[in-house]
């Protein structure tokens, strides 16, 4: 691979370019779009406590889980991202911070959960971003995380690797993720679907959970550390 390619400080520079576009549609993902079911079952799963929002954006997912009485802090790889979110919300127990997912700036055990949504896939090695959420937690503390699914057209960032050309986003499958979580120190604890329009329940009632997987545009994993 070329030297003079760094995969995060490329990944950083598109998020800035990005940071505009994904700002004015953040917040309708998460009350009405893709990301609106997110925190609901993160709830089921995670008591109120401290956490950590890993790929963060413009803040608003990690407003909302202020909403819910969590403490949280906000962390992104793109500068651009966290000066929006610090702009956008000021409020006593919630902050933001630049830092990489695969070298978090925070000591071990700080948290009781942490949540990243499609933020793995941006990492060069995402077997590091999983390592480093495991530190940062507590023992027993929950990861809630999504991982874009099979029919997800965002999908198409990573491509161009079937060229040989370098891309920033390394997507995987959610079984992937979740063998890799097993092996490495995680208990898979719950999981659940995000679905295209025209996906129905009465479609997927009668599939297995890798075969649900497979139809997804996003698959949301509640991982807890192992003790």
């Not at 993160?42 to 403490?71: M, N, P, S, V, W």
């Not at 029919?151 to 890799?180: D, F, H, Q």
């Not at 599939?207 to 192992?226: R, V, Y």
């Amino acid at each position: 691979m070329d030297q003079s390619f760094n995969w995060h400080k490329e990944a950083e520079m598109q998020w800035n370019d990005r940071a505009e576009m994904w700002s004015s549609k953040s917040r309708e993902m998460w009350d009405e779009g893709s990301r609106c079911t997110i925190i609901p079952f993160l709830k089921k799963h995670i008591e109120t406590g401290a956490i950590a929002d890993l790929g963060c954006g413009d803040g608003y997912g990690a407003y909302r889980l202020f909403q819910e009485g969590f403490k949280v802090t906000g962390l992104d790889l793109s500068s651009d991202m966290v000066d929006r979110a610090t702009s956008r919300i000021n409020e006593e127990g919630i902050s933001f911070v630049q830092g990489d997912l695969t070298a978090l700036p925070f000591e071990e055990g700080t948290f009781d959960a942490a949540m990243a949504i499609n933020s793995l896939e941006w990492t060069e090695v995402p077997y590091k971003g999983l390592e480093e959420m495991k530190r940062i937690l507590k023992p027993g503390g929950r990861l809630c995380i999504g991982l874009l699914g099979p029919t997800a057209m965002p999908r198409i960032n990573s491509y161009r690797r079937l060229y040989g050309e370098k891309v920033i986003c390394n997507t995987m499958m959610p079984w992937e993720l979740k063998k890799m979580a097993e092996e490495t120190g995680w208990t898979y604890v719950n999981g659940q679907g995000v679905y295209k329009r025209g996906v129905m329940e009465t479609h997927l009632s009668s599939l297995d959970e890798e075969l649900q997987q497979a139809l997804t545009f996003m698959w949301i994993f509640i991982f807890e550390k192992n003790k």
